[in-house]
C-alpha cells in the first residue's frame, strides 16, 4: 500500500551524543501521533504485516496465530475479520478527523444490516431495532416548515467541521520520547541549555519526511523505547563532526 502523503518535520540534532533532542512539527505530525490512539491493534499489526515493517514482537505471533487458526477452533459467534479487521469504535471521528496517513489502515466494513444500537446494549436492556430514519421528518414537512417562515432570515450555516486534534497555527515540540507540547517562546538558546546542551555548535538542523514506512516504524519503536526520533531518524543519517 502506497502512501502520497508525506509531511515534513525539523529535527534537532545534537551531533556529539548522536541524539535528537526535539522536533518542530506543525499540526499534520501532531495529527498523526494523536491519531493513533483511536486505532485497535489488531488494525494496527495488519498495516504492518502488509507493509513489512518486522519486529512487532509477541505481538505480531498473536497476530500470526489468529490469521492461521482453522475456523473449527473459533466459536460459533466470533469471526477471523473482528480480530484481523477490527472496526474503530467511534465512526463518526473515523470519518470526520481522522488524518490522511492514518485512513490507510485498514478496518472492518460495517454492515448495512447490523443494529446501530447494537454497541451500547446492556444485559437485560431492550434495544429498538427500528431503523433511525424512520424517526426523521418527511421531506414534506420539512418544506412546509420551511415555506412557512416570515423572517425572511436565512439559516444559520452549518459549523465547519476542522479535521484533526490540534489547532493549526500553532508550532508544537515533539521530544524524542513523543512528548508533545506548544513550541516554547523562550529563546532557542535558553531551550537546548535547559534540556541539557552543552557544546552549542554541535547541534544541527535536519528536515526530513514522514511518510506511511516512517510513521509505522515510529509507532513500533514506541513500543520499545524512549527514544523513538533518534531510533527511527538517525540512523539513516550521515553526521559531519
Given at each position: ?21 526535539f522536533a518542530e512539527a506543525g499540526k499534520d505530525f501532531v495529527d498523526f501521533l494523536f491519531g493513533l490512539l483511536e486505532f485497535p ?133 515533539v521530544m524524542d520520547d513523543l512528548i508533545v507540547k506548544p513550541m516554547s517562546n523562550i529563546s532557542s538558546i535558553s531551550l537546548l ?49
Amino acid at each position: 500500500m502506497a502512501s502520497t502523503k508525506k509531511i515534513l518535520i525539523k529535527l534537532l540534532v545534537d551531533n556529539s551524543s548522536r541524539k535528537v533532542l526535539f522536533a518542530e512539527a506543525g499540526k499534520d505530525f501532531v495529527d498523526f501521533l494523536f491519531g493513533l490512539l483511536e486505532f485497535p491493534l489488531g488494525s494496527i499489526l495488519a498495516l504492518m504485516f502488509e507493509q513489512g515493517v518486522s519486529g512487532s514482537g509477541s505481538l505480531g505471533k498473536i497476530y500470526e496465530s489468529v490469521k492461521n487458526l482453522d475456523n473449527d477452533y473459533l466459536v460459533s459467534n466470533q469471526t477471523r475479520k473482528s480480530l484481523l479487521r477490527p472496526r474503530i469504535a467511534d465512526v463518526a471521528s473515523a470519518s470526520d478527523t481522522k488524518h490522511t496517513l492514518l485512513k490507510q489502515f485498514p478496518q472492518q466494513e460495517h454492515s448495512n444490516h447490523s443494529n446501530p444500537f447494537q454497541h451500547d446494549q446492556k444485559p437485560g436492556q431492550f434495544v429498538c431495532s427500528l431503523p433511525p430514519s424512520i424517526f426523521a421528518p418527511s421531506p414534506q414537512i420539512v418544506s412546509s416548515f420551511a415555506g412557512s417562515s416570515t423572517t425572511g432570515v436565512p439559516a444559520p450555516a452549518p459549523p465547519m467541521v476542522v479535521e484533526g486534534y490540534v489547532k493549526g497555527v500553532v508550532t508544537y515540540m515533539v521530544m524524542d520520547d513523543l512528548i508533545v507540547k506548544p513550541m516554547s517562546n523562550i529563546s532557542s538558546i535558553s531551550l537546548l541549555c535547559s534540556i541539557g546542551v552543552q557544546n552549542l555548535s554541535s547541534v544541527e538542523e535536519k528536515t526530513v519526511e514522514v511518510d506511511l514506512d516512517k510513521g509505522l516504524k515510529l509507532l513500533k519503536a514506541s513500543f520499545e523505547s524512549n527514544t523513538v526520533l533518534t531510533d527511527v531518524f538517525l540512523p539513516t543519517m550521515r553526521f559531519t563532526i
